[in-house]
């Protein structure tokens, strides 16, 4: 069981995390979005360790070396900006100091 948890997990991590940060990096999302999107992935671990204690969720989560997706969000939609600003393409820059 132990073995089936692991693979998947790492499908998660290396499958499903991955599109869904891709597709909402360069969308913005308020605070409750966010929650919603942590909330999806704790129930998800809940079903999959077969806990509703968060403790337990959160230290299986840290032994998985597993993220929530707003902490993966956050450090890629940072690295997406950066990236905007450096960009050299005339009407970027114009789009990006209107924002």
Known sequence: MERERA???QVHKSKRIPVL????V??????SQLSSLDFAMNR???KLFSSSNMEIITYCREQ???ELPTVILARHTSL???????????LI????VLN
């Open 26 to 31: 360069a969308c913005p999302l308020n605070k």
């Open 7 to 9: 693979f998947i997990s």
């Open 80 to 90: 997406f900006l950066d990236k905007l600003r450096r960009c050299d393409n005339c």
């Open 64 to 66: 998985f070396n597993f």
């Open 44 to 46: 998800c671990l809940m």
């Open 93 to 96: 820059k114009m789009l990006c």
């Open 21 to 24: 940060v891709y597709d909402l």
